[in-house]
C-alpha cells in the first residue's frame, strides 16, 4: 500500500537518511489512517466480493478513497476521520463495546 498502489512512495527518490526516516513517519501514519476508515467503512458498507470469493479493493483503498474525498470536499466529515485516527482498533475476535485498556 506504501507504493504502487497507495501511497507511491517509489516515486520520491530521497537519498538522505534523515528525510527519508521523517518521510516513512508521515507515510506510516497516513497508511494507518486509511486502514482505520477502511475498517470503519467497511463494517458499515461491506466490501463487495469477487466471484472467486476476495474482497475487490483492500481496507487501505478502500479507506483512502474516502479519506480524499473528504480532504477536498467534506470538511464535516474529515473532522469525523480525524476523530477515527484518535480511536483505537478493535481487537481481534472481541465484542466492539468491550472498554479499552491502557
Known sequence: AMKTRGLNLEQTHMTQADRLSRL?????????????????????HPIPRKKHGRPAWSRATYGR?????????????????????????????????????Y
Open 24 to 44: 516513512f513517519g508521515l507515510l506510516s501514519l497516513a497508511l494507518a489512517w486509511m486502514v482505520r476508515i477502511g475498517e470503519w467503512r467497511a463494517e458499515h
Open 65 to 101: 478513497e474516502l479519506l480524499c474525498t473528504a480532504l477536498r470536499w467534506g470538511k464535516t466529515t474529515f473532522y469525523t476521520h480525524l476523530e477515527l485516527l484518535k480511536s483505537p482498533f478493535s481487537a481481534p475476535g472481541r465484542q466492539k463495546d468491550q472498554p479499552v485498556r
